[in-house]
């Protein structure tokens, strides 16, 4: 991940090198806090959902280096391969749902509920947040939602995130190979923003129970029963909004033999590259 999109464009075209992505990783997203006034509306976070452009994200942002994430785990990762609808980017079926929610369009376009107001906590140490949350300010206006968004330091940002103090807020899943199960099991207890996240919803001590079963199932098949019915869950439920997938980057030189990705960006198999 020391390589930016910059680096690797400039050696695209060029016939010494070749240019390597990997299959997705982990996956960038926003955590929406369902215990909050305005999130504890199923609508709203569906709206939501509907009103973001992760397209616009992977190639404005990333410049396609990290293809848009349909859900919260790529496809590629284990047990994840299930049947989800993706929310699509659709304005329209957005701004008709925040309607039905009740959260109308007052003076300036911008939708008013009493008095409530909508934020977006980012890492300010993280170029990349700053941008994608400026990005969405933008969006969500055109459909007359007013995002404020609010950088902290690092240490503040989890802090914060932990506590649940916070509307949106930006994650990262732990990865491969580690994932689902590390990701999901985090889930059970105050540790990031997902159990905080997660308190308004009717279904959470269910999600925890399958969770806490697939942590000690021995059977392949109950197990995968397991995963389909939380992520299905925790899709239904709108608890995230995936953005995009964190991918492994790499340069070679093109006579170089055997190069491959291993599960973790943090080790490279140099015993199977040679000459």
């Known amino acids: ?9 400039q050696y695209r075209d060029n016939e010494n090198f070749t240019v390597a992505i990997s ?24 709206a939501l959902q509907h009103a973001t452009n992760k397209q616009a994200i992977s190639e404005g942002i990333f410049y396609g280096l990290e293809p848009a994430a349909d859900t919260l785990f790529a496809k590629t990762v284990p047990y994840c391969d299930i049947d989800l609808q993706p929310y699509a980017y659709d304005p329209e079926l957005a701004a008709q749902l925040l309607e039905e929610a009740g959260w109308t369009m007052g003076p300036g376009n911008v939708r008013q509920k009493d008095g409530q107001k909508l934020g977006l906590l980012y890492n300010s140490d993280s170029v990349t947040e700053k941008a994608i949350s400026e990005y969405l300010q933008s969006e969500y206006q055109a459909i007359g939602v007013t995002l404020n968004i609010h950088g902290e330091e690092e240490q503040s940002y989890r802090d914060n995130m932990k506590a649940g103090n916070f509307d949106m ?42 969770i806490s079963q697939i942590l000690i199932s021995t059977d392949e098949t109950k197990r995968q029963e ?50």
């Open 226 to 275: 397991l995963y389909d019915f939380v992520l299905t869950r925790l899709h239904e439920d709108a608890v995230y909004i995936p953005l995009t997938y964190e991918c492994n980057k790499a340069i070679y030189r093109s006579d170089m033999k055997g190069f491959h990705f291993t599960q973790t960006q943090y080790e490279v198999p140099f015993e199977d590259f040679y000459f």
């Open 169 to 210: 807020v930006f994650n990262i899943c732990w990865g491969m190979p580690y994932d689902p199960q590390s990701s999901l099991a985090a889930m059970r207890a105050p540790v990031y923003g997902d159990y905080a996240a997660q308190l308004g919803l009717e279904d959470k001590a269910e999600i925890d129970q399958a």
């Open 1 to 9: 991940n020391m390589l930016d999109a910059d680096a690797l464009n």
């Open 23 to 46: 299959d997705p990783t982990s996956t960038r997203q926003i955590v929406l806090n369902t215990s909050t006034g305005i999130l504890a509306d199923k609508n709203v976070r569906v």
